[in-house]
């Protein structure tokens, strides 16, 4: 693969592994994404992975029935933790070394996320899945996906979610929205793109961070989107 990246962080939405359900993890979903990442460990790029947890359990949901906030976001942090132990066993099935960390203290599920060890754990030829988020409430698993990113000094994040880039207008909502495929991160904040929030967006702003939207489902896969090809929004400063 003649990809330019040498270590990229990627986010998988929590919806992303459950398939045609809204919920719970669909073993072939599961496993078409593992062997995807795969592959790309195998070309030599180094993988670190964040783990949405939508599929299990959203604080927002959880709050407005009563739960209050913070609470339901430590259960919706620990539902991402079920994802990382699923996929990162996933990945090691495709028969490439993968070691799942905690953003919370859990010290018999994962070892606990520090950025030396995962770095080190990367260095070793690991795929290192990360659960947790950033491990405080009123985040999201988009802005840990960054902080993450930066921490690591990943070359780039890959946001593969349900739509194949950024657009004028949420697509699953405006049939007319036209997609972008370069868009720079003023223009995502000032036009309220809502595909990651705004204080990702921000922090990847602040610290040059660029983002790579894509979808899942793309025929070319995660390997032929680092090398440019299938459909996706490059989100950062111009080339
Ligand atoms: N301007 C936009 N461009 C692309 N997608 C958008 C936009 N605004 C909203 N979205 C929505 O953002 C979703 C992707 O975000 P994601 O975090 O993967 O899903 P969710 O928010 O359901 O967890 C898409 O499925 C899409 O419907
Ligand atoms: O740093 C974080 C990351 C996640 N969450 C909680 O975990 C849930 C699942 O994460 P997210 O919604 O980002 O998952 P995704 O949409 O990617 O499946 C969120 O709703 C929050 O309740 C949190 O509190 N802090």
Not at 6 to 32: H, T, W
Not at 91 to 111: C, E, H, L, N
Not at 219 to 237: D, I, P, W, Y
């Amino acid at each position: 693969m003649s990809s330019a990246h040498k270590r990229i962080l990627l986010k998988v939405s929590g919806e992303a592994l459950a398939g045609d359900n809204s919920f719970g993890i669909e073993p072939p979903y599961l496993q078409r994404i593992a062997g995807q990442i795969a592959d790309v460990a195998r070309s030599g790029v180094q993988v670190a992975i964040v783990v949405g947890g939508g599929n299990i359990f959203r604080g927002m949901a959880g709050a407005a029935d009563g739960t209050d906030r913070v609470t339901a976001d430590l259960m919706g942090m620990l539902g991402t933790m079920i994802n990382a132990l699923a996929l990162s066993n996933a990945i090691m099935r495709q028969g490439v070394m993968s070691k799942p960390f905690s953003a919370a203290t859990m010290p018999s599920v994962a070892d606990t996320f520090t950025a030396r060890d995962a770095k080190l754990a990367l260095e070793e030829g690991f795929v290192v899945v990360l659960g947790g988020g950033t491990g405080n409430p009123f985040f999201t698993t988009d802005t840990a996906a960054t902080l993450r990113a930066i921490e690591l000094e990943c070359d780039v994040v890959l946001k593969g979610t349900k739509v194949d880039g950024v657009y004028s207008a949420d697509p699953m909502k405006d049939p007319t929205a036209t997609r972008y495929t370069q868009i720079s991160y003023d223009d995502v904040i000032k036009q309220n793109l809502k595909v990651m929030d705004t204080a990702a967006f921000a922090l990847a702003r602040d610290n040059a961070m660029p983002i790579i939207v894509y979808a899942l489902d793309d025929k070319a896969g995660l390997a032929g989107v680092l090398e440019g090809k299938g459909l996706s929004t490059r989100v950062g400063n111009p080339l």
